[in-house]
């Protein structure tokens, strides 16, 4: 595309569109607003299409005052994006630099921070558009911004910046360590400064940055941004999800703590640390159908480490065909050279024995079948994790979400709870079937 396509383009868009703050007031300023932009000339309009100030809603605003993180946390749509990406157009005006740019990987940093629809490419008029340059933006006024990855805590290592933007931090796989090792980098200018936005979740890097004296907090709901979002999003998925917890940390923004109700806290949550692994089992939760809108087919893989045992890789498929489960079980057997596939048989028990054969003849499968509710299933399970028994690899937050919101009713956050029903079967035939035992002869 062209400067001056983009130009025109530009143009085209600013005039046919309001911009967020008048879309709340009555239609007479609506009209009053869109009759003066129709008087302005096409460099008044590019003007004022980047004049973020007036666009902004006051929480995407930078705030005042003296701190060092500014937290802005909000639900899917928000504005979250276009908040990071303007902050770091103010920096690069006011000549700050270098500015690290911090997503979960390279990839979604460039392809969400830098080429997204609300990107920083998306901000920048034509004439202060950057280079891109190895992983590197070269803007026409000399400052740089460097694409870093949260995943690898390590490359932090070495460069040096003023600003920072993280993206997404309550996705980062390891965000303390790699929060920490930002900090050591932020050591130019006057007053080196970063920016995190982030859908919530309940780590411990959101709880530390929302008490520390330094951070200053601002929050948007989903539902704020409804002037730029598709009306049919707006009507499918926040309708659905709209007020359920889920909806409350994804649409909403708020951090969700323990459900007092739910048979698992986040406190009871050990990390393994590595070590040899003893027997290994990939436990399997096939849905009663398998179609689009079927529940999805939980798979966790787990082995006996030392006492206790470790959950190493939850591998849950949606939708969950046949076939489509299958080869994610027998992938994961042979990706930890497991000893069995331990898969639950009350629905259809020659079916599951059938599709695990069609993809792998030579797989052992070991049957279970559920006789109790599943509550009352998971309940020693969770007993387990309360002496310390249990510990998870990293990157299991779907698992963990799922798990503090599993309640007494057998639901997770009103959802079947196929990742749970998985994770206990795996740890009843790796720990507590040994157990047992010993417990009746006590």
Known sequence: MTARTRHHGRVATCRNCVPSWPSALNSAAVAKFERRVAKLSDEEVIKQLFDWQDWAYPAQRAPAGNWTTWLFMGGRGCGKTRTGAEWVREQVNAGVGPIALVGETMTEAMAIMVRGESGILDVFPDDAQPRIRQGTLLF?????????????????????????????????????????????????????????????????????????????????????????????????????????????????????????????????????????????????????????????CGIVVAGRAGEGVAVLEDCTVRPAAPLAWARRAVAAFHAHQADA?????NQGGDLVRSVIAQVDGAVPVREVRAIRGKWLRAEPVAALYGRGLVSHADGLTALEDEMCAFGVDGRSDGHSPDRVDALVWAVTDLLLNEMRPRIRGL
């Open 341 to 345: 596939i331990v898969v639950e048989v």
């Open 140 to 296: 026409p006024n000399g400052v740089e911004a460097m694409l870093m990855s949260a995943s690898d805590p390590d490359r932090f290592r070495g460069p040096q910046f003023a600003a920072a933007w993280c993206d997404e931090v309550a996705k980062w796989p390891n965000a303390t360590s790699a929060w920490d090792n930002l900090q050591f980098a932020l050591r130019l200018g006057d007053k080196p400064r970063q920016l995190a936005t982030t859908t919530p979740r309940p780590i411990p890097l959101l709880r530390r940055l929302l008490t520390d004296s330094n951070t200053v907090f601002t929050h948007m709901r989903t539902a704020d941004n409804h002037a730029h979002l598709a009306p049919d999003f707006m009507t499918a998925v926040v309708g659905r999800y709209e007020g359920t917890l889920l909806g409350r940390q994804e649409l909403d923004g708020e951090l969700i703590e323990d459900d007092p109700g739910a048979l698992w806290q986040r406190g009871m949550f050990r990390r393994f640390e590595g070590g040899q692994i003893g027997r290994i089992v990939v436990a399997v939760d096939p849905p009663v159908t398998g179609n689009a809108s079927s529940d999805a």
